[in-house]
């Protein structure tokens, strides 16, 4: 399989603040990242695909402005919740895919607390 | 969608028995994959039947497929404690997309 990191792995931020979310493929160049966000006891949901040197793909209901996603390198995506707010509390995780391979490879998650 | 269903929510079961998980989905697709979490955590992959295939098996793990039901079922055999997890399915269209998950937890 395939190494992904994330980081940090838990965040407190105060409301209003902007917090940034790093997802790394360690061991393999990744043209394509996926995020996804997951709340308590609920399954993931596809926020938006990230594809190196293009602006991403966000899924509908999901805002651009809000949830900025950088993909700069073939290593490494962000994802920045911009101004955030109590309700953007949750769980987001990254992952990879490998070129004709259909597995993902998912990093630990980031845990996001908004005061 | 493509998102799968997965029944039951929840299951409990003592250890060595084991465990069925089903999952339904509405719309074709090139594969179907199910995904492992634990607590807190990422997912892992755990095994990947294609739309093609009607049985795969992975260790204790025995997945179907009936695409004409547009229906999986996932089969853990012999369950330890440490199966314990959040199980999912993602029917893969163009995208992977995942159920609400079944809540494993086995009891020793």
């Known amino acids: 399989g395939a190494v992904v990191s994330q980081h940090p792995s838990w965040v407190i931020c105060k409301s209003g603040t902007s917090v940034k979310i790093e997802c790394r493929s360690l061991?393999?160049?990744?043209?394509?990242m996926f995020w996804y966000r997951q709340f308590p006891k609920q399954s993931l949901m596809l926020m938006a695909t990230?594809?190196?040197?293009?602006?991403?793909?966000?899924e509908q209901g999901v805002e651009k402005d809000k949830f900025l996603i950088n993909h700069a390198s073939l290593t490494l995506s962000t994802l920045t919740v911009t101004s955030a707010h109590p309700e953007d509390s949750s769980f987001y995780i990254c992952?990879?895919?490998?070129?004709?391979?259909?597995?993902?490879?998912f990093g630990p998650g980031t845990r996001l607390l908004v005061l | 969608s493509q998102q799968g269903e997965e029944d039951p929510q929840a299951l409990s079961i003592q250890e060595g028995e084991n465990a069925t998980m089903n999952c339904s989905y509405k719309t074709s697709i090139n594969n179907l994959q199910w995904y492992r979490q634990n607590s807190g955590r990422g997912l892992v992959h755990l095994i990947l039947?294609?739309?093609?295939?009607r049985e795969k098996h992975s260790g204790r793990l025995r997945v179907t497929l009936d695409t004409s039901k547009k229906s999986s079922s996932l089969l853990i055999t012999a369950s330890r404690a440490a199966d314990t997890a959040s199980y999912f399915c993602?029917?893969?269209?163009?995208?992977?997309?995942f159920g609400a998950g079944t809540i494993l937890r086995v009891k020793s």
């Open positions: 061991d393999f160049q990744a043209t394509t």
């Open positions: 992952s990879v895919g490998k070129a004709r391979q259909e597995t993902q490879y």
């Open positions: 990230s594809n190196e040197g293009s602006k991403a793909t966000y």
């Open positions: 993602a029917p893969r269209g163009n995208k992977l997309v």
């Open positions: 039947i294609r739309s093609n295939e």
